[in-house]
Structures are given as C-alpha cells and as structure tokens.
C-alpha cells in the first residue's frame, strides 16, 4: 500500500550538516581537528548556565515546569522595561522561533522577501509551509538590498526576513537604512528581525535593529539566540520578542514542553552572567581584529564583520578547492556555495591558537596554488 506524501516538504532539502571534528579525523586519518564552521562561542558556555543546567538535572524525571516563564519575564525588562513575558515567546533555538514565525504567517501560498546572501532557513521554512520564497540578489558589497526588497513585496507578502548581523557576511544595517525601508512595508506585513548575533555588534555602532519597531508597535518580530554570545548552541534556547498579539498568535505553532528546563535554566542564569558576555564580546572584537590582519597579511579578501565570524571572499580558487586542502590539514571552515557563494567561505572566530591553525593552513595552500 503507498502513501501520500506532501510535495511542499519534499522541496526542502535535507539539511546536511557540515563534517564533524570525529568525520573528519576518520576520514583523512588525522589526531588534531579544529572545527570553527559553525559560529559557536570559543570560550564555551557561560559557567554561571552549567552551574543553572546541573542543579536542574535532579528536575529531568519531570516536564519542564515554570522555567520557560521564568525565562520570559527575565528576557522582557532586559529588552525594554515596558515589555513583560506577554511579549516574548520562547523556542527550541532560534530555528524553532522562525518556524513557529513561518508557520504562523506563511500559509495558503503567501510569499516571505528576503536576501539570497542569508540564513537558508528562511527560505526553508516558507517552502516547508507552501511558500513562496522571494529572494533577492545581494548589492554589490554583499548587503542586503533594501531598495529590491521594497520593490519585491507585493500583496500576497506575507513576513520580511531582515538579518542583521547577517550570516554569512557579519554585515549590519545602519538606522536610517532600515527606518526608510520601514516606510516602504505596507503596515499588514510581518517584519521579522534575525538579531541572532546582536551581542556582537561593536558599542556604538550605527546599528538599525529590530525593537525600536517592536516598541512603535509596528508588526515586527525580533528574534535572539542563547547559542552565540551566550555559549549554549548545544542546548537549544532561542526567542522573539513582538506585539503581545502576535506573540500569542505564535504560540499556537509552539510544540508542548519544547525546551527541556535544563536548557531553560542555563539560559536564565546565563542573562546575569554579565562577566562572561563581557568576556565573549571582547574576544570577538579582538580575534576579528587579529584575523583581518592576518588575512590582509595573505591578500585575502573579507567582509568586515559585526558577529563572531568572518566571510573570506574572492578566493584565488574554488571554495571547494580550498576547503578540502584546509581539510586535510585538520581544519574544519564552512564553504558558502550551499549559500549561493560559490567563490566564498566564512570562518567563525576560534580561540587564538586556532585562528593561527587557520591561517597557517591558509599560507600553505595558497603557496601550493
Ligand atoms: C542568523 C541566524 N539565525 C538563527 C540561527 C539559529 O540559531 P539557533 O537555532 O542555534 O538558536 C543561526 C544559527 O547559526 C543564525 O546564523
């Protein structure tokens, strides 16, 4: 007997992650692997969350009780002291918000503009849920292009994804840029704002983010992650922060107990360990720092960053070239052609002794060229 099948899934690829340290140490019979693919926090988790994780261990017989509340109404006055746990819904990382985002909005064929040069999951989610995505090209310096993203929405859009820090490229969109563009969406559509490495943004910088429209009230989502600056990746705590309507339209998308309490207490202690964002934040701006430096030093190509990675560009050799050359010399980049840059790869920040690993692989490979 056959079954049916949905056609709108079987577009979604399968996600493929990238190879593992253990892959890789298999396959090219190597001992020292460094991984610095996956825009992790080098430092580890804040070890005020590891403290919150396993006190809560004694609770993993039971469902997860008041934690995620108790999440919520830390995570409201930190954004603004007008908001409260109305006004943020908590999910199984950041994925799981756009998810709960997508299949909220995204029914009945509407379409979601966003850049081509963004997070794939956007598009994923809205073709998962019948979709139409609408993405448009990259400027010419890699930024999202505001002016084609206004142009492209029409009556069936439905969400606007904005990245800022953008995955891959580390860029981000100044005020003025982002409030002309928000005069340009009509006031029915959802803007969501993937702030997933806000904390990463140098103090002071002209940085147009997502909760000032929150706070006017417009229809716009802004949407963080525990897996970056925090350190918890592993764990699987992200959230968004909007209007107390949407937010509780949204939850209607939310699976029952979608976070285990020990990932939800090591997120809440993670919010006063101020020490170690302090500590993560300066690492980033010290190793971009560095690597730009040490990438000028080879006559490589980058796009200067606000997050905690770097997007080499204009190789001097096919990504996939250079990828397996650094492979087989234990060092484990994320080639960016799955993410319509062909001749591009993106570095997340590693401790120092693996960003020299880096660029000593780098030096050799571009000698052998
Ligand atoms: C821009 C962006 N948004 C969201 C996420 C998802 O993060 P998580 O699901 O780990 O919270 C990522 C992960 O790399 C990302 O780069």
């Known amino acids: 007997m056959t079954y049916r099948i949905n056609p709108n899934l079987l577009k979604v690829p399968l996600y493929i992650a990238g190879k593992s340290v253990e892959e890789v140490q298999r396959e ?7 991984k610095i693919a996956s825009n992790e926090n080098a430092l580890g988790p804040s070890p ?13 017989h039971r469902y997860p009780g008041i934690s995620e509340r108790d ?16 006004n943020v819904i908590v999910g199984n990382g950041a994925t799981d918000v756009i998810r709960m985002i997508s299949q909220s909005f ?3 064929g509407g379409e979601m503009v966003t850049c081509s040069a963004s997070f794939p999951m956007y598009h994923l989610f809205t073709t998962m849920f019948g979709g139409k995505p609408v993405l448009t090209p990259p400027t010419p310096s890699l ?13 069936d859009t439905r969400l606007i994804f904005l990245c800022a820090p953008n995955n891959p490229t580390g860029l981000i969109f100044s005020k003025s840029e982002v409030a002309d563009f928000m005069k340009r969406v009509p006031e029915n559509v959802v803007v969501v704002f993937d702030e997933a490495y806000f904390d990463f943004v140098d103090e002071g910088a002209d940085y147009g983010a ?9 229809n716009a989502i802004v949407v963080r992650s525990f897996s970056k600056s925090a350190g918890l990746a592993n764990m699987r705590v ?21 976070n285990g309490a020990v ?3 090591a997120a809440r202690a993670s919010l006063d360990d101020h020490e170690h964002l302090k500590r993560s934040k300066q690492f980033a701006r010290e190793e971009r720092e560095w690597l730009y430096a040490a990438f000028d030093s080879l006559d490589l190509t980058y796009v200067k960053s606000q997050a905690n990675f770097v997007l080499l560009t204009n190789l001097p050799m096919p990504a996939a070239t250079l990828n397996e050359k650094l492979l087989r010399r234990g060092v484990i980049i994320r080639p960016m052609a799955a993410w319509g840059m062909p001749n591009a790869v993106r570095a997340t920040l590693g401790l120092r002794a693996e960003n020299e690993r880096l660029i000593e692989a780098l030096r050799e490979v571009l000698k052998e060229k």
């Open 28 to 34: 090219y019979g190597l001992d020292d692997v460094i």
């Open 48 to 60: 005020m969350a590891m403290e919150a994780a396993r006190k809560m261990l004694s609770e993993a």
């Open 71 to 86: 999440l919520r109404q830390a995570i409201a006055p930190r954004i603004h002291s007008s908001l409260d746990e109305r």
């Open 106 to 108: 995204i029914f009945d």
């Open 143 to 155: 930024g999202f292009d505001l002016k084609a993203m206004a142009s492209a929405i029409t009556a």
């Open 210 to 218: 997502g909760t000032e429209y929150v706070l006017a009230g417009r």
């Open 238 to 258: 992200g959230y968004a922060v909007s209007k107390p309507d949407i937010i509780e339209y949204v939850h209607h998308a939310q699976l029952p107990f979608n």
């Open 263 to 265: 990932a939800l207490a």
